[in-house]
Every structure is written in C-alpha cells, then in structure tokens.
C-alpha cells in the first residue's frame, strides 16, 4: 500500500462521531478518492464543515468507499479526533504544513525522517544508491569488502589485506608482522638486526687487507676452493688444488719407486721388525729376524765356543 496525494479531490460526508468517515460523492468541479486512490492507500485528508476541522492521515477503502481517521495531525478539537455532529462537511485531499517541506529565508531545509532519491547532486558531485552503500554500515576503525575506510578515534584502522602505493609511504614507524618484499633500494639511517645495530660505511674497501671486504674474481666457480690472488680471491678446483700443494689424486701401494707401502700383515706387534714383501711390509720377530738371516743367539754363540775349546782340547 502507498502513500497517494491528488489534487482536486473533494467529496461530502455526513458522518457523526470520531469514527471512520463514510464517503458521499465528489463535490462539483472536483473528482472523488475512488477515481485517485487505490484500496488501503493512505492519503492526507482534511474535513470541516466551516467551523470545526481536522487534518490527518487517512486510509482508503473502496468498498463501501469510506475513510479511516488513521492519524489525527491537527485538528479544532486539540489536535484530536473531533466529534462530528449531524450536518454535511467536505473532505478532500491536502497536504499538511507539518508534512510540507520547504526552504527558510537562508534557503535551507530541515528534514527529520528519511529521504527517499535515486541520487543527490552536491555542488558538482552526484551521489548515488552505489556511492552511499559505500558508508553505509560502516564501522570506524574496521576495514570492510566495498566499504569505505574510516580510522577509528585514534586514527588507527585495522584488515587492510592488499595496499598498492605508486608513490612514497611516510611514517613516523613501520612495523611488519611479515615477510617484507622491496624490488628497489632499501635506504635507511640506520637499521637493527634482531636487536643488533646494523653499522655501514659510504663505501666498503676490498682487498686482502685488515677490515677489508674480500671480493672473488671470475675464475670461483661452484664446489671450487678459493686462493688468494693478489688483491682478491680466485677458485681453484680440486685437481687444482693437488697440484698447487704437490699432492696427488690417490696412492699406489706396493714396493716400487713412488708407491707408499703399506702393512702386510694381520699379526703386527710391538718391538717387531719389517721385512719386505711383494705387497709390503711384513712383521718379523726377532727369532725370526735371526732365523731369516741365518744367525743365532748370543748364549748359542758361547756355548759353541766353549764345546769347541773342549774338543781341542
């Protein structure tokens, strides 16, 4: 049901009482509520019989073609429903002063309800249904999807996710919970590395010097090993490396001129002696030494002396 307000709409009514109004036909050179409003619409009203009156909001029943006194707005009666005696009024349609909208000496307007537009132009800027949503709701302080941002009383605001810049970020601070991702240059006054003053100087010295910044030459390549040349630092692969210290790759065990020699024996013990062998090394005892070389013991030695001066007699 709507609200409905025509013009030229005027009928009689010989209703008694502060009840509904009965509808008796539209006065000449005006048109009935029939021919205008719609069952159950509401209307603004005025009755009077040219002492009393009363001014209100109406609703409208096609059968039976009556008015209910919905709202009484202003009335003879102290602005309440007044009490029709037996005589003929006139009812018809209007609009209320305090309904009216209407522009002060300054040229400005005062409305305490809602307002109902498809857009508002100020100045030069037209607002729509799109642009209003856009605050409707919003909550300061709080970052809302197709809302607009509004910092709290603070100035703080919270859930931003994505914030592209194509220009510079000021701030008295930066703190980043995160992982922080600079394609450019990072220049800072001053920076600290978990807890630790980070110091830099204007320009770094390279070389092989005391505090100075060791810098590799093209020759480094990955696994190599690095060697001082001159004033920087150069790779040297592990061949490379053998042949600057005069090492070589493996060994060559065995007997023969450059081969290491290597034990040849499981049961190599203390105050042992070494023999040869095709392999290498061999332990020997010293009965065995004495046995390899065809020798005896000292006490055989004197044994055999004293038989022998025995038998000579």
Not at 225 to 247: K, M, P, Q, W
């Amino acid at each position: 049901m709507a609200l409905v307000i025509s013009d030229r709409v005027k009928e009689t009514t010989t209703t008694t009482g502060t009840g509904t109004l009965t509808l008796g036909g539209a006065v000449t050179g005006f048109e009935t509520f029939t021919a205008n409003i719609s069952d159950g619409d509401t209307t603004y009203y005025a009755c009077t019989d040219n002492t009393d009156f009363e001014v209100g909001l109406g609703t409208f029943t096609a059968s039976g073609t009556t008015l209910a006194r919905t709202t009484i707005l202003a009335s003879s009666n102290s602005g309440s429903a007044v009490n029709w005696g037996a005589g003929t009024r006139t009812v018809f349609c209007t609009l209320p002063a305090a309904k009216t909208v209407f522009l002060d000496a300054s040229g400005n307007t005062t409305i305490s309800g809602s307002v109902t537009a498809d857009s508002f132009i100020i100045g030069n800027a037209n607002i729509n249904e799109n642009d209003l949503e856009s605050i409707d709701d919003v909550t300061a302080g709080t970052v809302s999807a197709s809302k607009a941002a509004v910092v709290d009383v603070n100035k703080d605001i919270t859930g931003f996710r994505n914030v592209t810049l194509t220009g510079e970020l000021d701030a008295a601070t930066l703190d980043i919970s995160g992982d922080a991702d600079i394609d450019g240059t990072l220049e800072a006054d001053a920076m600290t590395l978990n807890g630790t003053p980070i110091t830099t100087t204007a320009t770094l010295s390279t070389g092989i010097s005391n505090g100075n910044v060791l810098v590799a030459d093209s020759t480094v390549a990955d696994n190599d090993f690095l060697r001082i040349n001159g004033t920087s630092v150069e790779g040297r692969s592990a061949s490379e490396v053998l042949s600057d210290i005069g090492g070589q790759a493996s060994l060559t065990f065995g007997i023969s001129n450059t081969n290491a020699v290597q034990i040849d024996s499981a049961s190599v013990a203390d105050d042992e002696y070494a023999r040869f062998t095709a392999n290498g090394l061999e332990s020997r005892s010293t009965s065995e030494v004495l046995s390899d070389i065809g020798g005896v013991t000292a006490a055989d030695a004197s044994n055999d002396a004293t038989a022998l001066a025995i038998a000579l007699g």
